[in-house]
């Protein structure tokens, strides 16, 4: 792969500075931020969703959105983070996209062939995502985005910076955040704390 000249100082760029020249038709940039934050928002909607092609259309969707603001002449603040208000619109998408699956999963009903120890390992790794992804549904957004960054193996100060807390709160507010998920996961499955 070759890089060009033009390639490297758009690298160079800080998240905004590329914002600026999208908004006045470079196209490039774009294609440099899409590149520079793909990945991640991508792996945040893979771990809400669990499904890799719905995971990438989100993910198209979450930066379809930010060139659409910028096209609107409603760019992000110089002192927004990018990374940030990407992480946000995808865990929004994630949420509802699960909130429509969780709908049409409560009007389905699956027959699944129960003799196969397979396919019953399969149908119980299947159950026990489905009921993470419910009980991160149910918790507040900031402590679903915090618990799935960490597990991602964000740093404390990326975790503050796209949540907009202190960095010195994170630890705390991974603590409440893993405490009530635990609590919600329970609720989802039924069992109790003193069963797994």
Not at 66 to 80: S, W
Not at 181 to 190: A, I
Request: hydrophobic share 40%.
């Amino acid at each position: 792969m070759i890089i060009s000249s033009q390639d490297n100082e758009l690298a160079a760029l800080s998240d905004y500075s590329l914002l600026a020249r999208v908004a006045h038709g470079d196209t490039s940039a774009f294609d440099a931020l899409f590149h520079r934050h793909y990945d991640r928002v991508y792996g945040v909607l893979f771990r809400l969703v669990g499904e890799r092609a719905e995971a990438e259309d989100l993910a198209q969707e979450a930066f379809l959105k930010l060139y659409k603001r910028v096209d609107r002449g409603r760019p992000l603040a110089m002192d927004e983070n990018v990374g940030g208000w990407l992480y946000r619109v995808a865990m929004n998408l994630g949420y509802n996209a699960l909130r429509g699956r969780r709908r049409m999963d409560e009007r389905n009903v699956h027959l699944v062939p129960g003799d196969e120890a397979g396919v019953e390992q399969e149908v119980g790794r299947r159950e026990e995502q489905i009921a993470v992804r419910r009980a991160l549904v149910r918790l507040p957004e900031r402590q679903a985005l915090l618990l799935i960054l960490r597990q991602m193996d964000f740093s404390y100060a990326e975790c503050a910076a796209i949540c907009e807390v202190a960095p010195s709160s994170v630890g705390t507010l991974l603590a409440r955040a893993a405490e009530a998920f635990r609590r919600e996961y329970q609720s989802v499955t039924g069992k109790g704390g003193d069963e797994q």
